[in-house]
């Protein structure tokens, strides 16, 4: 049977979809080279990222020397890698000590310690954009979401929405890169701050290398101070409206104009809509990779710990790319 019979264009019934073939077949020998060398090719990439990282440590020339920065990052990356306590990646450092060339291995009251401090705020801040920064320039669709994480059993999704403004859960705001699954920027709040309260922030933090042409987010995101924070950074805002939302015969803002082009055109509306679910497809990742509960107990530890995770995500997914060694 030809592949033209399947292709279909035009503006048709809202139950038609258009069939990608190519796009659903699985690449096996792909899936079996991901699975095998996925975590050596991690272990790889945080020896090769925190050696071109530039740190600004100062050095003391009296008192007992300091840890090498570089040393606590790959000790804090390698612990949500493999999904240690602060006790166990001492025993791991001590044993993977030659292959990440370490002085000396910290013990695990000073990986707690710097893990809470504000110094390491700013460090894996930097670390982050680091990575995001030497991407290539590209114009990409963005999706804006946000989740929690904490120290809880339970995760963000199964926690009802009137218990996670009184819990001490720390709330992402991030951006998305659609079809690449990369964290492109974020800010963390406590879990009582409304999405949209953070769109705009988010999206200023969007990294030079990257031109929005198209903004996704769901129905949180509708107000005008959203979409207008989208237009300004040059992208087509293309968020959820409410059920209830009613046409307007002479649209006069972004969200009268939004509602328009979704009941006169649901079909396209739809279409460029639905990959609004790669940003909450990038937190269930993260979950699965690296668990949705936290060990720090301080604030600025638990949100280090946040920033090491989001760092390390993207570190993963580009170790598992071939261009990310060329």
């Not at 077949?25 to 975590?39: H, K, M, P």
């Not at 995001?132 to 929405?161: C, I, M, Q």
């Not at 963390?188 to 933090?205: C, G, I, P, Y």
């Not at 002479?250 to 939004?258: E, T, V």
């Amino acid at each position: 049977m030809p592949s033209d019979v399947f292709k279909f264009s035009g503006q048709v019934h809202l139950d038609t979809f258009a069939l990608d073939l190519e796009s659903v077949t699985v690449d096996l020998d792909r899936y079996d080279d991901v699975a095998i060398n996925g975590l050596r090719l991690s272990l790889e990439a945080i020896r090769k990222r925190t050696d071109s990282f530039a740190y600004w440590q100062r050095r003391c020339r009296t008192g007992r020397p300091p840890y090498e920065e570089r040393t606590l990052l790959v000790a804090f990356l390698v612990q949500q890698l493999l999904g240690l306590t602060f006790r166990e990646t001492e025993g791991v450092l001590a044993m993977v000590r030659s292959y990440y060339r370490l002085e000396r291995v910290p013990d695990h009251s000073t990986l707690s310690r710097k893990l809470s401090s504000r110094r390491w705020t700013t460090v894996l801040e930097r670390f982050f954009l680091h990575l995001v920064n030497e991407l290539p320039k590209r114009s990409s669709v963005v999706a804006t979401d946000a989740t929690g994480y904490s120290g809880r059993k339970r995760g963000w999704r199964e926690t009802k929405h009137a218990q996670r403004a009184i819990e001490d859960w720390v709330k992402v705001h991030a951006a998305i890169e659609v079809d690449e699954f990369l964290v492109l920027s974020y800010s963390l709040t406590r879990s009582n701050v409304h999405d949209s309260q953070m769109f705009a922030e988010v999206w200023d933090k969007l990294p030079s290398n990257v031109t929005p042409r198209r903004s996704l987010a769901d129905s949180a995101y509708f107000g005008n101070d959203c979409l207008a924070a989208a237009r300004q950074h040059g992208a087509t805002p293309l968020h959820g409206i409410k059920k209830n939302a009613r046409n307007f015969e002479r649209p006069s803002n972004f969200y009268q104009k939004l509602v328009n082009f979704a009941h006169h055109w649901p079909n396209r509306f739809a279409a460029l809509y639905a990959k609004r679910a790669h940003a909450e497809t990038v937190f269930s990742m993260i979950s699965t990779l690296l668990g949705h509960r936290l060990r720090c107990r301080s604030k600025r530890g638990r949100k280090n710990e946040v920033r090491v995770k989001l760092a390390l995500f993207d570190l993963i997914q580009l170790a598992l790319r071939k261009e990310f060694w060329s």
